[in-house]
């Protein structure tokens, strides 16, 4: 970047005789009349309106009321890892025109800048601003502009800085418009309490609002919502109005779904009671806990989870599974007495699937080769032991992210591609029956809000956010979703403070990361949808020897409050309230056995 220069004193005394000139000839006022036309054409650029106008990355900004340039308040942006806090807004600009671009900053590598000017775009910075500092930079619009983006950032991983009284000078354009409405509105999946909607994008609108029985229901910034909380076997009609600065659209016309009687039913719910308790039984294995039996687990056990089908080798596909050996477990049950068990379970309206992978038990489906060899042996084992359907648990290195391939929803990584494969062929072949669960680790699912694979210039871990492209496009066959909230570092949730594991707060922010959708590395434009809240249950250790992260019952239900009721929040505000959240997911049965059956029990209370 340039060194600011010392104005020169030859061209000050040209500008002085100039303006000599001009006052003798009359010319001045004229120029006076002709630069009144100029004004402050920012919106909102002291913020004194909250971020009305703005548009802040991964939910970056935010208005506080000290400190303040002017007024009561001003712009905190809060930069994090992959995310360098860009707030902007787009200005209706006449097209062969100059502009002043002023904005009042704090706080250390501060930019202001202008982009999409027509001709070249500008930004001015700081490194350091203690106390408020103006920066100040122009630009000339090209001959066909009409609008120009406006913003200012900070640094990726520094601490916050600050802005206001932001201006933007020169002549005004022609007013934004509201966007078109919006078409191609469609009904996607349908609960007994909810229903997806999705529709087409409407060229410059920068939100959208979804209207149940002409009644505003939400407000969301992509092209799908789902709408929850309604009754069972009724009629709802949904029309959608896409949204901009300078107002809304018509509504779109209706489109009309009626909710399913119950839970199941190829819905997504596969059978399950409103609220159900998912555990995983240590079937081929045992470990400090002990062995229990089948036909030992308690009726409180929606969805028993048996751990776990694992492969020959990290890339054959080939998946077995059987049960733990005498020798390791003595009181192990007969391979008939086990499938009876299961029948029984099955029976009393309980559901038995194969998880494969855990943290011992690597999955690469790195060729089609091994993508088919996982569906025949995985179908072998389903068929063998008659069970309901899969839990995908794959850990440590059996997803990651090849380099280049930086967006979840259109994934080209072999792993990813051929698991999403395998598992669609799967549903494929069972039917609407099929129940899929996966437990992936927070480092595969919320950390996407951070990081995404290997980073748009490498070098971050490739596993980050791997599991998203795998849960996004299997979202219309995912039953549930059970994240492990243990065994985890520190995650940073949608208000972009970090949170730990062991109390309400993190079980009550990763939660809300996945009701509420975010957007993938802090890219606004790759924003992964919000799942259905009956397709979320919230993983947890039935006690502190099953692993990091436990959390007492008290905490459980304050979480489970927060989530369901809005109450015992603490100090995260949730973006939503979520009666039809599933239920809870253990590691494991035979812990929580151990554990006096703590975990289940307060389960039990707390739905009743």
């Known amino acids: 970047m340039e060194r600011s220069r010392r104005p020169a004193l030859y061209p000050r005394l040209v500008a002085a005789l100039a303006a000599a000139v001009l006052t003798a000839s009359g010319l001045v006022a004229a120029a006076q009349t002709a630069r009144a036309a100029d004004a402050d054409i920012a919106r909102n650029g002291n913020f004194e309106s909250g971020l009305s106008g703005w548009s802040c990355t991964a939910g970056s900004g935010a208005v506080v009321s000290t400190p303040v340039h002017g007024g009561g308040g001003a712009l905190k942006g809060t930069p994090a890892g992959s995310d360098n806090a860009k707030c902007s807004q787009t200005v209706a600009v006449q097209p062969n025109s100059a502009y002043t671009l002023s904005a009042w900053v704090q706080g250390s590598y501060v930019y202001l800048g202008a982009s999409g000017t027509g001709t070249t775009d500008v930004s001015t910075w700081t490194p350091s601003a203690p106390g408020w500092q103006q920066l100040t930079t122009s630009f000339r619009t090209g001959p066909s502009t009409s609008s120009v983006t406006v913003y200012t950032h900070g640094w990726y991983g520094t601490p916050a ?17 509201p966007p078109a409405v919006p078409t191609g509105l469609r009904a996607g999946s349908v609960t007994s309490s909810s229903v997806a909607l999705s529709w087409s994008p409407v060229t410059g609108a920068t939100g959208y609002t979804v209207y149940r029985g002409g009644t505003k229901a939400l407000d ?53 009671p409103a609220h159900a308790l998912v555990g995983y039984l240590h079937s081929s294995f045992a470990n400090g806990s002990g062995y229990t039996r089948m036909a030992d687990v308690p009726a409180s056990w929606d969805v028993i989870n048996l751990a776990f089908g694992e492969p020959t080798s990290v890339t054959s596909g080939d998946i077995r599974f059987s049960l733990c050996p005498v020798a390791e477990c003595p009181n192990v049950e007969s391979a008939a007495e086990f499938k009876a068990a299961i029948k029984a379970k099955q029976a009393a309206g309980k559901k038995v699937l194969i998880s494969i992978g855990g943290a011992n038990g690597q999955v690469q489906l790195a060729t089609t080769a091994a993508r088919d060899t996982f569906v025949s042996s995985v179908s072998r084992i389903i068929d063998e032991y008659g069970l309901n359907g899969l839990d995908i648990d794959f850990e440590g290195h059996s997803l990651s992210l090849n380099t280049g391939d930086t967006d979840f929803r259109s994934p080209t990584t072999p792993v ?20 899929l669960t996966m437990a992936p680790e927070t480092f595969f699912v919320q950390l996407g809000y951070q990081y995404y694979g290997s980073g748009p210039w490498g070098g971050q871990d490739p596993r980050a956010g791997a599991y998203l492209p795998v849960i996004h496009a299997l979202r219309d066959d995912l039953t549930l979703l059970h994240v492990q909230d243990y065994n985890s570092g520190s995650i940073m949730g949608l208000d ?7 109390g309400a707060d993190f079980h009550i922010a990763m939660t809300d990361m996945l009701l509420t959708g975010f957007p993938v590395a802090g890219d606004t434009s790759k924003v992964f949808p919000a799942l259905r809240p009956d397709q979320v249950a919230i993983g947890l250790p039935a ?27 603490g100090s995260y505000q949730t973006h939503g309230t979520w009666p039809a959240l599933r239920g809870l997911m253990t590691w494991s049965i035979n812990w929580d056995r151990f ?8 389960f039990d209370a707390y739905f009743g």
């Not at 076997?233 to 107002?247: C, D, I, K």
Request: with cysteine; aromatic share 6%; net charge neutral.
């Open 595 to 602: 554990n006096q059956w703590e975990f289940s029990r307060n």
């Open 220 to 272: 969301v910034s992509g092209t799908s919502a789902t709408v929850t909380g309604l009754s069972p076997s009724t009629a709802y009609s949904f029309q959608v109005a896409a949204t901009n600065a300078a107002g809304a659209s018509a509504l779109s016309p209706a489109v009309s779904a009626t909710t399913s009687a119950t839970g199941g039913g190829g819905d997504g719910g596969g059978g399950l």
């Open 543 to 569: 006690s502190t020897q099953a692993g990091n992260g436990h959390t007492s019952p008290a905490e459980v239900n304050k979480a489970l409050n927060c989530l369901t009721k809005k109450t015992d929040c």
């Open 161 to 177: 800085y600050y802005a206001d009284d932001l201006t933007l000078v020169g002549p005004g354009g022609t007013p934004a418009q």
């Open 416 to 435: 990813i591609v051929n698991l999403i494969s395998a598992i669609k062929t799967l549903k494929a072949k069972y039917g609407a029956g099929f129940v």
């Open 496 to 502: 972009n403070q970090y949170h730990s594991m062991g």
